[in-house]
């Protein structure tokens, strides 16, 4: 990061990620607004490859975007060119190109906390493009990401989530692979790995669907100031017509670390493809 580039207080951001499924390149350029304490715009490009057991696809994306921070709500609006070519399980190679503005509005109430007795935290994402403007097809997307905690008698919380989203298009086919819906993992339903349900092809591969519906409870129990056990249920489908909600169920131990809670969870999954014991490390912020 290159906090002071210039004597109006221009900054620029680079990052580099690789795993042995996914590896990223990207860049940020950013500009103050009237007021630097809440406005900023930014100039951005990144690469991104992904080939896992599901899918393989590379991504560039170009774009410019607004982003602006309210009393409560922090808006982003972007405008981005994302060309992408993607494939499931070695079909056959799908390239499209989409000129894409989007809306994304959230909240974190209390904000910059990374345990928090009650609270919770709502995003809305809208975005689209049209065919006859820089794009190879027309589509409009919302999706919904919310969760919510509570404290659940003297030593205990409740956590619940939430995660929605729709898909309205007539060619779902050359829909990128990163635009489409999966459930599954960490962050999703435990005890599947991640992006392992959701529609699939002739041969059982997952292809992505145009809806989501997942849906988390979860107990969790203080037994000292900074570990806890805690149980949890998750349930959810990504689907093109009708859910048919996939169930994991489990339990965790909970460390209350210096960069935020480390979650080390144990989840079976109740329906196909579900493990019978699964293992999900998560590490962060409560919200």
Known sequence: ?????????????????????????????????KDPRVDQYSLRASLLAQNNDIQESQTARIGISKKQQGKSWLSIMSLDYLLESFNFNGDDEETTALLMPSLNLSRVQPPGQLFVEQGNRINVVLSGAYSGLLSDMSFVQAALHTKWIWPFGPRGRLLTRADAGSTWTSDFDRLPATLRFY???????????????GPTD????????????VGSVEYEYRFLEKWAIAAFVDSGDAFDNAPEFKTGVGFGVHWLSPVGPVRVDLASGLEEPGDTVRLHLTIGPDL
């Not at 580039?5 to 860049?27: D, F, P, T, V």
């Not at 002739?202 to 519906?213: C, E, H, R, T, Y």
């Open 1 to 33: 990061e290159g906090r002071l580039l210039n004597r109006w207080g221009h900054h620029y951001k680079a990052e580099l990620q690789a795993s042995q499924i996914q590896y990223s390149l990207g860049g940020e350029y950013i500009i103050p607004g």
């Open 202 to 213: 002739s041969d059982g591969n997952v292809i992505g669907g145009k809806n989501l519906l």
């Open 183 to 197: 459930a599954g993992g960490d962050t999703s339903v435990r005890g599947y790995r991640l992006d392992s349900i």
